[in-house]
């Protein structure tokens, strides 16, 4: 039997909309993440965020629980920056600030998400002229990062949210257009149930490249509280060889700890019931 290794979404404060469960300081999460039994957490934070890097490294190794990776999504829904603006002002400060995450994330030996902060094609606009925009600035991050030894993990939005990779077949066709080493594609089973016809073959096509993984049940509550089959898509990571983290990133319902304690019960008794 696979053991898997299960984070949990945190943030220092988050909205009940947001599908983020523990709310604290990193050091705080830290340990709630190891009372709760998970082996990391996720950190959502603005780029400059003064952490005590040192402290938050040894009571991680203190307490075994690790940080899977550092979320960059504030970069843009707070400092209104993306990857693919017109505004070459906006595009470089998004670089800049990628970097500033990539260095806090080399720092704490995690890598970082990016999801928002790529940016959305106009509408109406040459997509292939956007594209093109994007890939340039990501190959300056794929070299910063791979210089650190920090992976930048792509993750594949839904088309409410975002217009640039709403599948594994686009994120997958875009990285192996572009020589992007240092990037890998990122699901999340909540944005696979909006795109995707076959999620498992999803999770096929991104094969060896997967390298994150963002768990939540059908109505984005806690996995067991609505109809996915976990079963099968721990079957499908196995079957690609996957390693890498599963982060459960659900709504806070019945409330956040609860959310956090449910998820991680199903999804070992899921573990153990293959
Ligand atoms: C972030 O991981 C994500 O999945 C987005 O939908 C933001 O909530
Ligand atoms: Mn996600």
Known sequence: MKQWKYSVSSADAAPLAAPLLLLGTPEENLKTAARLGYDAIEIHTREDAQLDVNGIRSLSKELGV???AIVTGRLNTEGHCDLIADEPYITKACVDGMKQYIDLAAALGTDIILGWARGKVPAGADRRRYMDRLAGNLKILDS???????RILIEVINRYEINTFNTAEEIMSFLE????P???AHLDTFHMGIDEENP??????CGMRLGYFHLADSTRKYPGSGQLDFTKLLETLEEVGYEGYLSVECLPYPDHIRAAEEALQFMKQTERSK
Do not use: K, M, Q
Request: charged fraction near 20%.
């Open 200 to 205: 498992l073959e999803a999770i096929r096509r």
């Open 66 to 68: 690790g940080i899977s």
């Open 177 to 180: 257009t572009h020589a992007l």
């Open 144 to 150: 910063y990062a791979g210089d650190r030894n920090v």
């Open 182 to 184: 240092n990037c890998y």
